[in-house]
């Protein structure tokens, strides 16, 4: 059976119709698959920023929780103990300690910034514990501050918080007093300081804000020289090395022969470096 003219297309007509439906699925169909995947998307995102929010409030609820559980008031920085002060935020043992020495060292604080003056103590840990710390107005207005510690440190038992409030006294200063202290256990004199390496003006200015006891001499541990050990005599007070190692080569050279020590005039005589000045200083601190 032959086909009728009228269902034969031309080849324009053809293009035309194909152009009509596939303009029809672009309009119709198209829009509703991409609306269907944009809910879905929308959904999933939706639920993972619900499940991170819900994350970090339970997180701030846990630390306020926390912080509230360990200071439940207003600590006053001139009364709270070491164990209160542990409980603020981001104080630890060793700055609670450090807070309390400074409080009964040096001075008490009149304002609740004057904990910034506390060694070690950083900006970021002064913002958290601020609402967590107060002065007490009564402290003040009674006149227990006190600007600053008039008091005569003993130089045998100050420590490194007090010696830094010293005026012209530094963090770097105070740590080299406090190490030579520890060697040679006592200072029998302020003018001592002079053979130690510091300068006038410091001297001037421990002379002014510290004192020595009068009977610290009496204190000393003396050691001697003819039964101190090889390596103990590089470490011993005011042995520099090269003096230490002319020393230990001069007793060596003695004990072949039998004999020891017997006096600084030998000493000052046979070891390099070991002058009048050296005995001046170091002299109280041995014997033979």
């Known amino acids: 059976m032959p086909i009728k003219p009228y269902f034969l297309f031309s080849k324009t007509e053809k293009v035309a119709i194909l152009s009509v439906v596939i303009l029809i699925i672009a309009v119709v169909v198209l829009p509703r698959i991409f609306f269907v995947n944009t809910q879905k998307l929308q959904v999933r995102q939706d639920s993972i920023l619900s499940y991170l929010n819900s994350q970090e409030i339970r997180h701030e609820l846990a630390y306020n929780k926390d912080t509230l559980q360990k200071t439940p008031h207003r600590l006053d920085l001139n009364s709270a103990t070491s164990q209160e002060l542990e ?3 981001c104080i630890g043992a060793v700055m609670a300690k450090r807070i309390v020495n400074y409080r009964e060292k040096v001075k008490k604080f009149s304002t609740v910034e004057d904990i910034k003056k506390v060694y070690g103590l950083k900006d970021s840990c002064y913002q958290k514990i601020l609402p967590y710390v107060y002065v007490a107005l009564a402290d003040i207005k009674q006149g227990k501050i006190e600007e600053k510690n008039t008091q005569k440190l003993n130089l045998n038992t100050c420590d490194s918080v007090q010696l830094v409030q ?17 060697k040679i256990k006592v200072f029998y004199d302020i003018k001592q300081l002079s053979c130690l390496g510091l300068q006038a003006e410091i001297i001037n200015n421990l002379t002014s804000q510290c004192y020595v006891e009068a009977d610290a001499i009496t204190k000393i541990e003396k050691i001697s020289l003819n039964q101190l050990e090889e390596k103990a005599v590089f470490k011993s007070p005011g042995f520099l090395y090269e003096m230490a190692k002319s020393f230990v080569q001069y007793r060596k050279k003695l004990k072949k022969q039998g004999k020891a020590i017997s006096s600084w005039g030998e000493v000052q005589n046979n070891v390099e470096g070991i002058d009048k000045e050296w005995l001046d200083c170091w002299q109280v601190y041995y014997t033979f």
């Open 166 to 182: 010293l005026n012209g006294i530094g963090a770097k200063t105070a740590k080299k007093i406090l190490q030579i202290r520890r």
């Open 87 to 89: 409980s603020l935020p």
